[in-house]
């Protein structure tokens, strides 16, 4: 097994706790989805298998990267700005989504479905552009991360909302 992966993800309960049991399951989901398939390196380190911790400061998602013996290798800050809009239509998107399986035609949630993947994909995409020449990850890992990261947020929105 390659050793450019995550095997471990921790969540700063001080910063980034959930707002309930909804919010802390869809971040297990999204982290058991993550460890489940993986590749993640950091750039210029050969110190993998790796283990992630995820802390706010600010606006700011804070990157602690360790390897297995939990000695740092990396901190990477992600400025979430940028991301702002693409999570604001992802959750705008999925709400509709959520109201279409009530009420639309199979057609229609199809439609609205072939949507929500696609600002996914966005997403993801910005993530895979912002860890360039810092964080290596593949497709389906910005993906997952992207998806943890629509958890972190759902979280906090609902917590402060």
């Known amino acids: 097994m390659s050793s450019d992966r995550l095997i471990g993800v921790d969540i700063d309960d001080e910063t980034l706790g959930a707002s309930g049991p909804d919010a802390e399951h869809e971040r297990r989901v999204a982290i058991f989805d993550l460890l489940e398939d993986n590749h993640f390196k950091v750039i210029d380190k050969d110190e993998g298998p790796y283990q992630l911790n995820l802390s706010k400061a600010e606006r700011r ?81 910005a993906r997952r991360l992207f998806t943890l990261i629509c958890a972190l947020h759902a979280g906090q929105t609902r917590a402060a909302g």
């Open 61 to 141: 998602l804070v990157f602690a990267i360790r390897n297995e013996a939990g000695e740092d290798v990396h901190t990477f800050i992600l400025s979430l700005g940028p991301f702002r809009g693409v999570i604001r239509d992802y959750f705008m998107i999925c709400d509709s989504y959520y109201d279409a399986i009530r009420t639309q035609s199979p057609h229609q949630i199809e439609a609205i479905d072939m949507a929500r993947r696609g600002i996914h994909n966005e997403g993801s995409e910005l993530l895979a552009e912002r860890l360039e020449g810092k964080i290596d990850v593949d497709f389906s890992t």
